[in-house]
């Protein structure tokens, strides 16, 4: 039997660290950046919509997507990033059911906007890991992001208010990494047990 897990939570709030510890408990994690990143490689469908969108001033010389160039384009422009979100969102989706469809027991999809994307009814349960605000600046600037970045990206992302409204379970990473894993630890049993 499946379980399907969507794993969400803002930059920096722990979200890959719970992803980790899923990965260790056997579960299969499917990191959707990853998913977006062969989606960006010379051939693929992500290509085509991408340069639709922008033109091919954000392609490379081989036919993939710049990634630095297209980040620039949609991070200084929320419209931008709306369409851009539009488009390769449902070949994210369509990739993930390809993967999901090979496996049994829990399958997760990490997702920083998994909610804010309309993933959330495909999946038996959804959740999120959240964190305070200025927790999540110092942690993205002690990993060497600058801090006016940090900032942009966090904003950019909200507040994490439709993320918790979309969510079945939210794990609150404000304490230390034990309370956290606890959390963890509970949600890896109650999963095994819905998977059968």
Excluded: C
């Excluded at 490689?41 to 340069?51: D, F, K, Q, T, Y």
């Excluded at 027991?105 to 959330?120: F, K, R, S």
Aim: charged fraction near 30%.
């Amino acid at each position: 039997m499946r379980h399907l897990l969507g794993l969400t939570g803002g930059l920096a709030s722990g979200k890959s660290t719970v992803a980790a510890w899923l990965r260790d408990a056997g579960f299969r994690v499917v990191d959707a950046d990853r998913l977006v990143a062969g989606l960006y490689a010379p051939g693929e469908p992500g290509v085509a919509a991408v340069r639709e969108i922008f033109g091919a001033e954000v392609l490379t010389v081989d036919g993939g997507v710049d990634h630095p160039a297209l980040a620039a384009r949609v991070f200084s422009d929320p419209q931008a990033r709306h369409r851009l979100e539009a488009a390769i969102h449902p070949l994210v989706r369509e990739r993930f059911r390809d993967v999901a469809a090979e496996e049994d027991g829990v399958v997760v999809l990490e997702a920083t906007l998994l909610v804010e994307a309309g993933y959330g009814p495909g999946f038996d349960r959804v959740v999120t890991v959240e964190a305070p605000l200025e927790a999540r600046l110092a942690r993205a600037v002690a990993r060497g992001m600058d801090e006016a970045s940090a900032r942009a990206r966090l904003e950019a992302q909200g507040d994490g208010e439709i993320r918790r409204r979309g969510a079945d379970v939210v794990l609150t990473n404000d304490g230390t990494l034990d309370d956290l894993r606890r959390q963890v630890d509970e949600l890896i049993a109650d999963s095994r047990r819905r998977a059968g």
